[in-house]
Structures are given as structure tokens and as C-alpha cells.
């Protein structure tokens, strides 16, 4: 049996001890680097003793939710009836702090609470992966290497320079941390120091963060009182293939092809240029966006994602929900209801683990199995079809 099990043995663990050595042969090319990156020999030796790689961060480079999670699920978590309460209750919170910092950047509160929304959940969710760690193992391994190099090379320099502590830098897969998720880059070309201690922080003061996430968005082309865009109604036969982010008209150009406010009142012409925007095709709803909404895209490029700032900024203002409905028979719900799924999937006895409104893999493999039972296409998804279902004791 010894002799039978070594070389089973040497065939699992070889893997990980080539892994381990092609990644301390890496750190050794980047400690090669650091004085000219601005990284002493000391602080790189000092942040990197023992660091091991974490392979996860690999399995999270193509996954991102904005980019694979149809649009109707994305929008229904993040802008939900309890971020909106919650952004609510921040806004008048932080009335005086978002107040001086409207007038500094001229940057609304409503864009800026709607930001820290969606991209901490206000401060409770900052991710709880070691920044170094998660770039130095994208920094070797992986697509993008380059990218994350710079990435982590300036994690190294927020430590040496003092504005936060190695050990508070923990965040997203991709190294973006603090109450609005910066990347370390964008940290240091943006952040700033609000609150006057003399670090700029974005983990532990939230005034510095809500005042770099103006900051940053007046850099990216704000443009004060203006809006970022509204829904719109189509003409009969309108071309889908002059719609898109970057293909801006004038805005008296979309007024003469038929183009109408969603409650079908007139838009009124002007010098600006807007493009049409139609996140699921021109069977769902759609949208007139400008300037400003290449400013939020300009902050995670991805159009799922600044139409979810856009909108719960809206909603904030007091704004209604999207007139138009999404082009789907079951539509995405908010995350009180998945709660409320997750829970009808325990008192059916799935394990499941904790009800927390993320739909992780033991959930998804629940309500696959209940989709099955019941007929429906076993996708997975925590949908209002299979909510309804289970609510009705199906």
C-alpha cells in the first residue's frame, strides 16, 4: 500500500509546491522592481514575508456579476426598496458632510450616496480579501498581469506613505477597497483628505471617501445640474443599430426621429448630444443618456452598472421605478425577497447555510432542484416565478 500511495501523493502535491515556487519566483522579478516604482527594498520585504498566493482570485477574473447576471436580476438587488431606505437615512446623515462636498465638486449627494450604495452597500460590505495577496497572485498569474502589477505595486506605496494600514487594506478580488471601492490607482491620482487629519482613508472616514468619489467624479466630466439621462418611449421601427453608449447625436436629431419622454410627452431640444441606450433591446426599456452618464460608466465600465447608479440616484431624488417593463417572464427581485426564497428553501430542508439575501452556490443548487420538482427550466436563478411557487406551497 506505501508503494502504491507515494506516487499518489507526489501526483496532488507536486502542483502546489510548483505553483508556490513559480510564484516566489515571481515575487523575486517584482522585488527586482520596486525601487523604481517607488517601493523600497524595506516595505517590499516587510509587506511580502510569507505572502502565498490565493488562487480564487483567478476563478473571479472572467465572473464579474455586471457583465454574466442578466440585467433584470442585476438592477432588482441593487436597487431595491431597502437601499433606497438606506440611502435615504445616509443622505440625511451625512447631510452636512455631503453638503460641503456638493460644494467643493459640484457633485450632487444623491449621485454620491448612490455610489457608496451600490458599491459597499454603505459601508458594510468592503470585501474581506487581503489587497496584497489578491495582486501580487493576479500580479504573476492570469490575464492582465501588467495591469494588476501597477495595481499592486501602489497598494505597497499607500502603506509605506502612510495613509492606511497593511492590514486594513482588504477588499474585492480585483484590489478595490474602502466605502466606495477605489482601486489603489484611482486612490492615488483622486482620493483626498476631507476630514483635514492629513491621510487620505477611504476605509475608516466616511467623509474622505464620499469626498474622493466626487472628486473623482467631477474629473471624469461631471457636469453640475445636468442629468445623466431618463427613459424614454421609441418610434414604430426604430433602428436598434444606431442605439448605443458611444453613438451620440444630437439631442434635436433624437427629437426629429420621434424619440418622446416615456410618458410621451415632448423632449425639449437643445445643443447637448445623448445617445439611446437599450440595456435589453428595444422590447425593454429604454433610455436617452448624456455626459453624465459617461461619467458614472467611466467609474466600473460596464453599462449594467452605471445604469444601477443612475437610476437609484433617481430614486433618492424621490423618483419612480422604470415605466417599461423588462422583456422577461420572470423578473428579478430585490434581495428582501430572496431572503424570503432562501428562507422557504430551508423549511423545505435544503441546506443552504445563512439567509442573507446572496444567492450563492447552495442556494442556486436548491432552487435548481426545486425547479426541477416543479417543471421549470433548472437554471438556478432566484426568480419571481419560483418565489411565487414555493409562496403558493407548490
Same mark, same amino acid.
Given at each position: 500500500?506505501?508503494?502504491?500511495?507515494?506516487?499518489?501523493?507526489? %501526483?496532488?502535491?507536486?502542483?502546489?509546491? !510548483?505553483?508556490?515556487?513559480?510564484?516566489?519566483?515571481?515575487?523575486?522579478?517584482?522585488?527586482?522592481?520596486?525601487?523604481?516604482?517607488?517601493?523600497?527594498?524595506?516595505?517590499? /520585504?516587510?509587506?511580502?514575508?510569507?505572502?502565498?498566493?490565493?488562487?480564487?482570485?483567478?476563478?473571479?477574473?472572467?465572473?464579474?456579476? $455586471?457583465?454574466?447576471?442578466?440585467?433584470?436580476?442585476?438592477? #432588482?438587488?441593487?436597487? &431595491?426598496?431597502?437601499?433606497?431606505? &438606506?440611502?435615504? #437615512?445616509?443622505?440625511?446623515?451625512?447631510?452636512?458632510?455631503?453638503?460641503?462636498?456638493?460644494?467643493?465638486? =459640484?457633485?450632487?449627494?444623491?449621485?454620491?450616496?448612490?455610489?457608496?450604495?451600490?458599491?459597499?452597500?454603505?459601508?458594510?460590505?468592503?470585501?474581506?480579501?487581503?489587497?496584497?495577496?489578491?495582486?501580487?497572485?493576479?500580479?504573476?498569474?492570469?490575464?492582465?498581469?501588467?495591469?494588476?502589477? @501597477?495595481?499592486?505595486?501602489?497598494?505597497?506605496?499607500?502603506?509605506?506613505?502612510?495613509?492606511?494600514?497593511? /492590514?486594513?487594506?482588504?477588499?474585492?478580488?480585483? @484590489?478595490?477597497?474602502? !466605502?466606495?471601492?477605489?482601486?489603489? =490607482?484611482?486612490?492615488?491620482?483622486?482620493?483626498?483628505?476631507? /476630514?483635514?487629519?492629513?491621510?487620505?482613508?477611504?476605509?475608516?472616514?466616511?467623509?474622505?471617501?464620499?469626498?474622493?468619489?466626487?472628486?473623482?467624479?467631477?474629473?471624469?466630466?461631471?457636469?453640475?445640474? $445636468?442629468?445623466?439621462?431618463?427613459?424614454?418611449?421609441?418610434? #414604430?421601427?426604430? &433602428?436598434?443599430?444606431? #442605439?448605443?453608449?458611444?453613438?451620440?447625436?444630437?439631442?434635436? $436629431?433624437?427629437?426629429?426621429?420621434? %424619440?418622446?419622454?416615456?410618458?410621451?410627452?415632448?423632449?425639449?431640444?437643445?445643443? =447637448?448630444?445623448?445617445?439611446? %441606450?437599450?440595456?435589453? @433591446?428595444?422590447?425593454?426599456?429604454?433610455?436617452?443618456?448624456?455626459? +453624465?452618464?459617461?461619467?458614472?460608466?467611466?467609474?466600473?465600465?460596464?453599462?449594467?452598472?452605471?445604469?444601477?447608479?443612475? !437610476?437609484?440616484? &433617481?430614486?433618492?431624488?424621490?423618483?419612480?421605478?422604470?415605466?417599461?417593463?423588462?422583456?422577461?417572464?420572470?423578473? @428579478?427581485?430585490?434581495?428582501? $425577497?430572496?431572503?424570503? %426564497?432562501?428562507?422557504?428553501?430551508?423549511?423545505?430542508?435544503?441546506?443552504?447555510?445563512?439567509?442573507?439575501?446572496?444567492?450563492? =452556490?447552495?442556494?442556486?443548487?436548491?432552487?435548481?432542484?426545486?425547479?426541477?420538482?416543479?417543471?421549470?427550466?433548472? +437554471?438556478?436563478?432566484?426568480?419571481?416565478?419560483?418565489?411565487?411557487?414555493?409562496?403558493?406551497?407548490?
Amino acid at each position: 500500500m506505501k508503494k502504491l500511495l507515494l506516487p499518489l501523493f507526489l %501526483l496532488v502535491a507536486a502542483p502546489t509546491a !510548483h505553483a508556490d515556487a513559480d510564484f516566489d519566483a515571481c515575487l523575486a522579478r517584482l522585488r527586482g522592481e520596486a525601487a523604481s516604482k517607488q517601493v523600497s527594498t524595506d516595505t517590499f /520585504d516587510r509587506l511580502t514575508a510569507g505572502l502565498v498566493p490565493d488562487p480564487t482570485v483567478l476563478e473571479a477574473l472572467d465572473r464579474q456579476p $455586471e457583465f454574466v447576471t442578466p440585467i433584470w436580476d442585476y438592477l #432588482a438587488a441593487l436597487v &431595491d426598496q431597502e437601499r433606497i431606505d &438606506d440611502g435615504t #437615512a445616509r443622505l440625511k446623515e451625512w447631510a452636512e458632510v455631503l453638503e460641503q462636498v456638493s460644494a467643493e465638486y =459640484s457633485v450632487d449627494p444623491a449621485t454620491v450616496v448612490a455610489v457608496w450604495g451600490v458599491e459597499s452597500n454603505f459601508g458594510r460590505n468592503f470585501g474581506s480579501r487581503p489587497l496584497i495577496a489578491s495582486l501580487a497572485t493576479l500580479s504573476c498569474e492570469g490575464r492582465r498581469q501588467s495591469y494588476f502589477k @501597477g495595481e499592486f505595486f501602489t497598494t505597497l506605496r499607500i502603506v509605506q506613505e502612510g495613509h492606511i494600514a497593511a /492590514d486594513r487594506l482588504t477588499g474585492s478580488w480585483a @484590489g478595490a477597497f474602502g !466605502h466606495t471601492q477605489f482601486m489603489p =490607482s484611482t486612490f492615488m491620482r483622486v482620493a483626498v483628505d476631507f /476630514d483635514g487629519d492629513g491621510r487620505r482613508d477611504l476605509i475608516d472616514s466616511v467623509p474622505d471617501a464620499l469626498a474622493s468619489t466626487a472628486n473623482y467624479l467631477k474629473r471624469a466630466g461631471w457636469r453640475t445640474g $445636468e442629468t445623466w439621462g431618463y427613459e424614454i418611449r421609441l418610434p #414604430a421601427g426604430f &433602428d436598434e443599430g444606431i #442605439a448605443g453608449r458611444k453613438a451620440r447625436r444630437p439631442l434635436t $436629431e433624437w427629437v426629429r426621429m420621434g %424619440l418622446k419622454r416615456i410618458d410621451g410627452s415632448a423632449i425639449t431640444p437643445d445643443d =447637448s448630444s445623448a445617445a439611446v %441606450l437599450l440595456p435589453a @433591446g428595444a422590447e425593454g426599456p429604454a433610455f436617452l443618456v448624456f455626459r +453624465n452618464f459617461n461619467a458614472i460608466y467611466s467609474y466600473n465600465a460596464a453599462e449594467s452598472y452605471a445604469l444601477a447608479i443612475a !437610476h437609484l440616484s &433617481d430614486r433618492l431624488r424621490g423618483g419612480a421605478p422604470f415605466v417599461a417593463a423588462w422583456p422577461t417572464d420572470d423578473p @428579478g427581485i430585490g434581495r428582501n $425577497e430572496r431572503r424570503e %426564497l432562501q428562507q422557504l428553501l430551508l423549511d423545505r430542508g435544503h441546506d443552504i447555510g445563512e439567509v442573507d439575501g446572496m444567492i450563492g =452556490s447552495r442556494s442556486r443548487a436548491a432552487i435548481a432542484d426545486e425547479q426541477t420538482r416543479l417543471g421549470f427550466e433548472a +437554471n438556478g436563478r432566484a426568480g419571481r416565478k419560483i418565489l411565487d411557487a414555493l409562496k403558493a406551497g407548490r
